[in-house]
């Protein structure tokens, strides 16, 4: 669904892409990937793509998937946004690309809600919207055409009946157990999803006591931070639930410095989420017992979307891509292909 371009529209486009470079990662608004501008007439198709930030390991193979799909051998002019954690950075951002009468917005959102303005503005604009990643609520769901990412629910409910699973096999089903839980940025979907799958088995469980649950900003400096103060704060920690695995290295820091062992044989099991390589390593060696895939490879499924779009065909409104639990029992087989 190619646009017919006015020409102030051009013009406003081609100014603002002279004035940034291409780095994926530049505090500016909004960024564009190629080096080369976009034609009048051009068959390209024009994607603005804001993205949540680049905090962590994953969201930094996110970012990459997203450049390497969208590329003009590939025939799109891709304009890429970085957020920097701030969702009104994100609504300029969508702003800005529904002014440059973009032919797709993508965009990750930092939390889920304060949307319904912005995207009623690229509806009333013809713009379809593609969410990735991370969920939106919106009251009208015809705001958005697709949703494309990880089932956070789910993952949530994977974390728990692994640990089930595991205390059954360890013999302490019964046993009191003692978690902590270090939280993503409050409101993100991911947040709001692994916390309620994984209380949703927790739950079934009165011997499973969760002392505290922290925000620490999907993070390895936050994470270390928050995790420390857990160690300060109770006596006995049996497990720690980590929804990403930057929370989680920072963790093991903490408990390094403290003389806590973790892990297969140590006194705290370490759940974690994401499973990017660096942990997966981990999970190898027995330092995380357990790691919840989340991929961040959603440019190609985005891709195959919006070719499904430009021929006028209909797309699933929600998209969820295939994710596995990682153990030190299965980890080895999918580490050699393991791209970040």
């Known amino acids: 669904m190619k646009r017919k371009w006015t020409f102030a529209a051009l013009l406003a486009m081609i100014s603002l892409c002279a004035a940034l470079t291409g780095c994926a990662f530049r505090p500016q608004s909004v960024v564009r990937q190629a080096d080369t ?19 962590s390991a994953w969201r930094t193979a996110n970012t990459q998937s997203f450049q390497e799909t969208f590329s003009p051998e590939n025939g799109y002019f891709f304009l890429f946004d970085n957020a920097r954690q701030k969702q009104e950075n994100q609504i300029k951002a ?5 002014s440059q009468q973009v032919d797709y917005i993508v965009f990750s959102p930092v939390t889920e809600d304060g949307w319904d303005t912005v995207l009623g503005e690229a509806k009333d604009a013809g713009i379809p919207v593609i969410v990735s990643d991370r969920s939106v609520d919106v009251e009208d769901e015809s705001l958005y055409t697709a949703w494309v990412g990880g089932d956070m629910t789910a993952e949530g409910v994977r974390a728990g009946k692994w640990l089930e699973q595991d205390l059954e096999k360890s013999g302490r089903a019964d046993a009191d157990i003692n978690l902590v839980v270090l939280q993503g940025t409050a409101r993100s979907s991911a947040q709001v999803g692994r916390s309620k799958g994984f209380e949703e088995v927790a739950k079934q469980h009165p011997n499973w006591h ?3 649950r922290q925000d620490a900003e999907f993070t390895t400096a936050r994470g270390k931070e928050v995790m420390e103060h857990y ?6 920690i049996d497990v720690l639930i980590s929804q990403n695995d930057d929370m989680t290295f920072g963790a093991m820091e903490a408990m ?15 759940i974690s989420f994401d499973s990017v390589k660096k942990a997966l390593e981990m999970v190898q060696n027995g330092k995380i017992n357990a790691d919840i895939e989340c991929s961040p490879l959603l440019g190609p499924y985005v891709d195959r979307l919006i070719k499904k779009l430009e021929k006028g065909e209909i797309v699933p409104r929600s998209n969820p891509v295939d994710e596995k639990v990682f153990t030190q029992e299965n980890v080895a ?5 393991r791209r970040y």
Do not use: N
């Not at 501008?37 to 905090?55: F, L």
């Open 37 to 55: 501008e976009h034609e009048p007439g051009s068959s390209q198709i024009m994607v603005g793509y804001s993205q949540i930030g680049s905090e």
């Open 210 to 212: 969760i002392l505290a």
């Open 231 to 236: 160690l300060k704060s109770f006596d006995r």
């Open 333 to 337: 087989r999918y580490l050699p292909d």
């Open 256 to 270: 390094d410095e403290a003389g806590v062992t973790y892990g297969k044989d140590g006194q705290v099991t370490v």
């Open 94 to 98: 969508i702003r800005s690309f529904i």
